[in-house]
């Protein structure tokens, strides 16, 4: 018996895909709350572009790079589930999750550098933001790669491949809101 | 009751475009024209998030409560703008001010800052 998000569909929509509509609803409003406070605060501190200019575009490039390039194979994944190729859905997603680990691993060395140089979350009101921003969106990469290991566990032996879509659309999402992070923290100087 | 089939288009053609404009709203600013820098890395950033939201979360095949829920969010974010904004972004007001930013001002424009 399947489980009833994968059946009911009062909307139109299946339960599940909608429940993951719902939950990029609410995370547009909690990134979106946060990064319109940050674009507020920085059109009226021209000061800020001093302290954006410590941060490392070629690191904010590369890492798009790497998220663009994971939501690509987490799209992939998604076409091979609906063909009905398990295997091959599960390997586009250990080709994402590389991409996410990859991404963090990168930040990681990045904050690394940026604290030694004495820039950290208590620093001023722009370092605060910076670490805030993109620590609440590393931390929703981190998730996303967890949840995907489990999905790509069961596609592998062909089963439940609808949620492969479903952790796609929360990757993408997550894609989405670094896109927007990245010219604000990294280019805007 | 479930949705259409969802269409696939040419994935990796989209990511060879996104990969393009990222590498625009890399190099526009280095020019270092204030508009061009604007467009480069905020206009190229709505387009790459235009592209990713249309060909990879499929948002025109799903039913259109999903398109108005996602815009009905946005709609939210720019009204809380609107109410705040003002307070963050303005020193004085009609019956409040700020005493410590425009002192700080102040000070910056005696020291021949250009900066808020």
Known sequence: MRPVANTRSATGIPTARLAVWWLIASEIVIFGGLLASYIMHRLAHDAWSQQAAYTNTWI????????????????????????GNGQKA?????FTMLGGVTFLVVKAFEWTSEIQHGFTITSNTFWSFYYSAAGLHAM????????????????????????????GLYWHFVDVVWIFLFPLLYIAK | MSEEHTHHPNYVKIWAILVFLLVISV??????????????????????????????????????????????????????????????????GK??????WVEAQAQAGAEGGHGH
Not at chain 1, 66 to 71: A, E, H
Not at chain 1, 90 to 94: H, I, N, R, S, V
Not at chain 1, 141 to 159: C, Q, S, Y
């Open chain 1, 140 to 167: 929703h990469v981190l998730a996303g790669v967890i949840v995907m290991g489990i999905v790509a566990a069961t596609a592998k032996k062909n089963e439940e491949l609808h949620r492969v879509e479903l952790i």
């Open chain 2, 27 to 92: 190099t526009g600013p280095m020019i270092g024209i204030k508009w061009v820098t604007l467009f480069t890395a905020f206009g190229i950033a709505i387009v790459k998030a235009y592209l990713v939201v249309v060909n990879f979360m499929h948002i025109g095949a799903t039913r259109r409560f999903v398109p108005y829920l996602v815009a009905t969010c946005l709609l939210f974010m720019l009204l809380f703008f609107a109410g705040v904004a003002p307070d963050v972004m303005k020193a004085t």
């Open chain 1, 60 to 83: 904010g490039a590369f890492n798009t790079l790497v998220l663009l390039s994971s939501s690509l194979s987490a799209v992939l994944g998604h076409k091979a589930a609906d063909e």
């Open chain 2, 95 to 100: 019956n409040w001010s700020k005493p410590a």
């Open chain 1, 90 to 94: 599960a390997k586009m997603l250990y």
